[in-house]
């Protein structure tokens, strides 16, 4: 059987929510197959998330694996493109470690794309009236740190790739912050799973951007 597996973050930085592992139990709850998804909330710790993704990675043996995670202040749906092999945290993390300039995994390569088709996931979550784009960097906090993990550590019939969502309405810390109601988020979430689902190649529309 088709294993899918997707996950979100516990809350960080002090804020008392993150979309990301709300919208993730929000798809489990009403996910109906035929392919197996197995869900989990991951600790914003550099040590326990990859460590739980290594496990998970382990245990299940999924063909596509989802990571998604908070990028508060962006007003889209963002969907990695590219990990790279680089931790740089700006703040701590909920263990309270603050590593600075070190590989995710040391002596791998240096960056790894995703293995989703990135450009589609996009395409199709825009489609369906939720703001998105692919996106060319997860940051150097423990969502990349994971993404690369994931990367690096699937097996090799496993596809593997990074959604950063914007806050859920009515968590953001000010009113003024960019946010999505929290249905869109997960459905934006379940488009990205389908999406994998359906296509191993990316279409080859232009993309990018110019800065
Ligand atoms: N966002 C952080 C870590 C956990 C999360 O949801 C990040 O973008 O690295």
Redesign the pocket.
Known sequence: MTTVLLTG?EP?GGDPS?P?GAAVNLVASRWEGPEALVTAVLP?TFAGAAERMRALLAEHRPDIVIAA???GGRATIGVERVAVNLVDARIPDNDGDQPVDVPSVPGAATAHFATLPVKEIARRIAGAGIPAQVSYS??T????HVFFTALEAAASGTRAGFV?VPWAAGHAPTTESAALPLSDIARALEIAVQTSLDMTADTTVPGGTLH
Not at 141 to 144: E, I, K, P, T
């Open positions: 973050f960080f993150n990301s914003v995670g908070l990028a997860a940051g906090f423990v969502c990349n950063h």
